[in-house]
């Protein structure tokens, strides 16, 4: 019964943050078909794994995490060189809002897979630093100091990408 009860939370849960998981995988792969991919990969180990969620809260946090290891491991097995056209899905309104800058989301490319998580989750995802350290098995103080590193290492390469542009 009590496990019935937390996989059809897990069930609700990957519906409801459904366009963040393919925001998050598209961050990542940086293509609408493989982020997809990603997202459909995600939610199978989620359904799959769904009775090791041990506590309610963490469902979201646990969700998340198995959606970055996905786009790691896609991006792992398949080292290609990836379009970075716009995607039809993106330019849809109800997604817009969150990922107008394409050159941003290019930039996250100079940083490594945590920083790049950190980023995307603080501020495409709108989640806290606490919640950020939980679903990276991080201490706080870390995930605080990759997020100042990492927005430096953006804003570095954003000036870089500007002056490339103007000259």
């Given at each position: 019964m009590l496990h019935?009860?937390?996989r059809e939370k897990v069930e609700n849960k990957i519906l409801e943050s459904y366009e963040s998981m393919y925001r998050i995988a598209f961050s990542y792969v940086k293509n609408a078909d493989d982020a997809l991919d990603v997202v459909q990969d995600s939610a199978y180990k989620a359904m799959k794994n769904a009775v090791s969620v041990k506590k309610e809260q963490y469902i979201e946090t646990w969700i998340y995490k198995i959606v970055i290891n996905c786009a790691i491991d896609f991006m792992k097995k398949n080292r290609k060189e990836v379009l970075t056209d716009i995607p039809e899905e993106l330019s849809h309104p109800s997604t817009t809002d969150t990922y107008q800058d394409?050159?941003?989301?290019?930039?996250?490319?100079?940083?490594?897979?945590?920083?790049?998580?950190?980023?995307?989750?603080?501020?495409?995802?709108?989640?806290?630093?606490?919640?950020i350290a939980l679903i990276l098995n991080m201490n706080?103080?870390?995930?605080?100091?990759?997020?100042?590193?990492?927005?430096?290492?953006?804003?570095t390469e954003l000036k870089r990408e500007e002056l490339n542009y103007e000259g």
């Amino acid at each position: 019964m009590l496990h019935n009860n937390i996989r059809e939370k897990v069930e609700n849960k990957i519906l409801e943050s459904y366009e963040s998981m393919y925001r998050i995988a598209f961050s990542y792969v940086k293509n609408a078909d493989d982020a997809l991919d990603v997202v459909q990969d995600s939610a199978y180990k989620a359904m799959k794994n769904a009775v090791s969620v041990k506590k309610e809260q963490y469902i979201e946090t646990w969700i998340y995490k198995i959606v970055i290891n996905c786009a790691i491991d896609f991006m792992k097995k398949n080292r290609k060189e990836v379009l970075t056209d716009i995607p039809e899905e993106l330019s849809h309104p109800s997604t817009t809002d969150t990922y107008q800058d394409f050159d941003t989301i290019q930039a996250l490319d100079v940083l490594n897979e945590k920083e790049r998580a950190i980023v995307i989750l603080r501020f495409f995802e709108e989640k806290k630093l606490e919640e950020i350290a939980l679903i990276l098995n991080m201490n706080l103080s870390t995930t605080k100091s990759m997020l100042y590193r990492s927005l430096k290492k953006l804003k570095t390469e954003l000036k870089r990408e500007e002056l490339n542009y103007e000259g």
